[in-house]
């Protein structure tokens, strides 16, 4: 199957971060040419009057929650906590699938092509990922077995996961600790012992929060990335969730072990946790950094546009400088180096040839988009907010969405289930 996605103003965020006037040809699963493309395709998608950009990087979420969307809002962390667990110790197997379908459903029409997760029964969520065509890095929850609700030991669950769903196109399992607070030094190095085994990724939480950093230096001694660092945890091939609450030492130690980190901006503002994630000297460290949503418990939505612009005006308020964090990074976050801290930069993050077919058109014939230009784009791309233009959505070299219809499964039935399944998990949870 190949497809040209023909005159379109090409984002390419190649080395150079190139913006071309011309074509992408997509053969397979893979990007053949970027430019100017003498092909006869079997499918040609007119991209005039379009940006055609890299597909957006999730780099944190718990897709299956969007089921779980605006439960608790407005309300004390403390709060915020125990009715989010409240809830999800309600769901089934069925909640997780069409929770994940209806997350997926959202990613695809706002520009998402890939995300990273952490939760349970990733099994099920696997399989509405392959209906819907995303690609996806699943994270099997893993914690001392003592505090789980899973059946049998959640490292023996993790890793019949990933060996259950090897060589899957879409799916890339993952190994996800899900934090110090939970784990314990057994359990955290049994984690990373099977990622490196498997060649996973190591997906978890880190420093999310102020109690949650004091809390554990009380318990301990150190602050949790120290401790992780001294128990030989700390490597890469990691990727840690949030980082907000970390001295210029710990900054230089995840630097150091080639951690990666996923700042999820909207989550930790609305829950108030506190803190700014300290991205400046992450930057200056060298630590590469992507962005999430987190879940849709805490952010109520998976739009990584207005990540991309959370992300900047928080840093930028916070520091009291306009510079801080412009709009070329904050791209750059959610696609290259999104695709860095997955361990995929040879495949993900960019148009260029050989890359993966990873594709969005977004129709910029629209009042909010108008007026687009070479010199303005990333910038309109980052600041206005332009989820509502994506038209077309490309993974792997198939069409998931076009002209703005979801073209691999039955939308309004998934909506119709999705919707249905919440009501019935509230009246569980009462």
Not at 6 to 15: R, S, Y
Not at 171 to 182: C, D, E, K, S
Request: with cysteine; charged share 25%; hydrophobic share 40%.
């Amino acid at each position: 199957m190949s497809i040209l996605v023909k005159g379109g103003l090409v984002v390419t965020q190649n080395w150079k971060r190139e913006v071309l006037k011309g074509d992408v040809l997509v053969e397979g699963d893979r990007i053949t040419a970027v430019g100017h493309a003498k092909a006869r395709p079997d499918e040609v998608v007119d991209a005039t009057g379009c940006v055609v950009m890299p597909g957006l990087i999730n780099c944190h979420t718990h897709v299956a929650m969007a089921l779980m969307r605006s439960v608790v809002d407005d309300v004390k962390l403390e709060r915020f906590l125990e009715r989010t667990f409240a809830i999800d110790a309600k769901r089934t197997p069925e909640d997780v699938g069409i929770g994940a379908m209806l997350g997926c459903l959202e990613m695809a029409r706002s520009g998402t092509t890939t995300f990273a997760d952490i939760y349970y029964a990733q099994d099920a969520i696997a399989k509405s990922v392959e209906q819907v065509g995303l690609r996806a890095y699943l994270g099997w929850v893993v914690l001392d077995e003592q505090l789980t609700t899973q059946k049998g030991k959640p490292i023996k669950n993790c890793e019949n996961f990933i060996k259950s769903h090897a060589d899957r196109p879409l799916i890339r399992p993952v190994v996800a600790p899900q934090g110090v607070y939970v784990c314990s030094d057994e359990t955290l190095l049994e984690a990373k012992e099977l990622a490196e085994r498997e060649k996973a990724l190591c997906h978890y939480h880190i420093s999310e929060t102020r109690y949650e950093v004091y809390e554990f230096q009380r318990k301990k001694g150190r602050r949790p990335v120290e401790h992780l660092a001294e128990i030989g945890f700390l490597g890469k091939g990691q990727l840690g969730a949030h980082g907000v609450w970390l001295t210029i030492n710990e900054v230089r130690a995840l630097a150091k072990a080639g951690v990666g980190v996923a700042h999820c901006p909207t989550s930790n503002m609305k829950l108030a946790s506190g803190g700014v994630a300290p991205l400046p000297e992450m930057f200056a460290e060298g630590v590469p950094v992507s962005l999430g949503t987190d879940g849709c418990s805490s952010n109520n939505g998976l739009d990584m546009f207005l990540e991309m612009k959370f992300a900047s005006l928080l840093h930028k308020a916070h520091r009291w400088d306009s510079e801080v964090l412009p709009a070329q990074k904050c791209l750059d976050m959610a696609t290259i180096d999104a695709a860095r801290c997955l361990g995929a930069e040879k495949d993900l993050g960019s148009i260029e040839p050989g890359k993966k077919a990873d594709l969005v058109v977004l129709d910029c014939r629209l009042p909010a988009m108008v007026p687009m230009r070479p010199d303005n784009v990333v910038a309109n791309l980052v600041y206005a907010g332009p989820s509502q233009a994506v038209r077309d959505t490309i993974v792997n070299g198939k069409v998931v969405l076009r002209n703005r219809k979801i073209a691999t499964v039955d939308e309004a039935d998934v909506l119709a289930k999705a919707d249905a399944a919440a009501h019935a998990l509230l009246q569980r949870a009462k």
